[in-house]
């Protein structure tokens, strides 16, 4: 069945690492989002694309991370360097919003990146 | 911003027992979501709610769009130990906005 996946599924990285997030959004959705999940925060949005373009980063520091969508297959968030504070569930979601009709549309979840920089 | 308000943080049922969790906003949305999220996953669509007074059920699962647009429920009917988990409502308050998402509410069910 369609799902969106992401890898790696957990990664210990030391401070001032580069970390490298991918996804796999379901085939045909044409929005892809970043969260990110804390305890302290909750679900907090960094970036989403809609048809492979950026449309709202605002939510990302932007010294040190980046979001791109090199294919309609293919959802990337990078930290360099990373940072302690960095350490949270990272979750990409894909929805499918018929063009004009703004943001409403159903989003799913993939399973997550667990970040743990120490 | 758009807030949306969640409590309480926990809650603890008895298995068979029915249960409700508020979602209440001081700004009006026009779309409601309801998530599910289980320990290492992500948060799995439940119900998704699109107009003022609307009932949808999945299952044992029944959420409203609150008339005012500016609160929903979720009510689960006898509780089952599966159905722990946190539980999150979401919101668009129009077009082109961000899904906001409330903190949350555990749910604990005691077999």
């Known amino acids: 069945d369609a799902r969106v996946t992401q890898t790696p599924r957990h990664k210990v990285t030391e401070m001032g690492q580069e970390v490298t997030m991918r996804c796999q959004p379901i085939?045909?959705?044409?929005?892809v989002f970043w969260y990110r999940q804390t305890m302290m925060q909750g679900l907090e949005l960094l970036a989403y694309?809609?048809?492979?373009?950026?449309?709202?980063d605002s939510g990302m520091p932007k010294d040190r991370f980046s979001a791109e969508m090199p294919d309609a297959t293919l959802a990337t968030l990078k930290i360099q360097p990373s940072e302690p504070r960095d350490s949270a569930v990272y979750f990409c979601?894909?929805?499918?919003?018929?063009?004009?009709?703004?943001?409403?549309?159903?989003?799913?979840f993939g399973p997550g990146t667990r970040l743990t920089v120490l | 911003g758009q807030q949306l308000n969640q409590s309480p943080q926990s809650m603890f049922i008895q298995e068979g027992e029915d249960v409700s969790m508020n979602c209440t906003s001081s700004?009006?949305?026009?779309?409601w979501l309801w998530y599910k999220q289980d320990p290492g996953e992500g948060p799995v669509l439940l119900i998704a709610l699109y107009k003022a007074g609307e009932l949808t059920s999945n299952g044992r699962l029944t959420a409203q769009f609150g008339i005012t647009r500016k609160d929903s429920f979720l009510n689960i009917s006898a509780s089952i130990p599966s159905d722990v988990g946190i539980y999150f409502c979401?919101?668009?308050?129009?077009?082109?906005?961000?899904?906001?998402f409330g903190k949350g509410i555990t749910l604990s069910v005691r077999p």
């Open positions: 085939l045909g959705h044409n929005t």
């Open positions: 979601a894909s929805g499918l919003t018929p063009d004009g009709r703004g943001s409403y549309n159903e989003q799913f």
């Open positions: 700004s009006i949305f026009n779309t």
């Open positions: 979401a919101g668009y308050t129009g077009a082109n906005s961000k899904l906001t």
């Open positions: 694309f809609r048809n492979r373009a950026p449309l709202d």
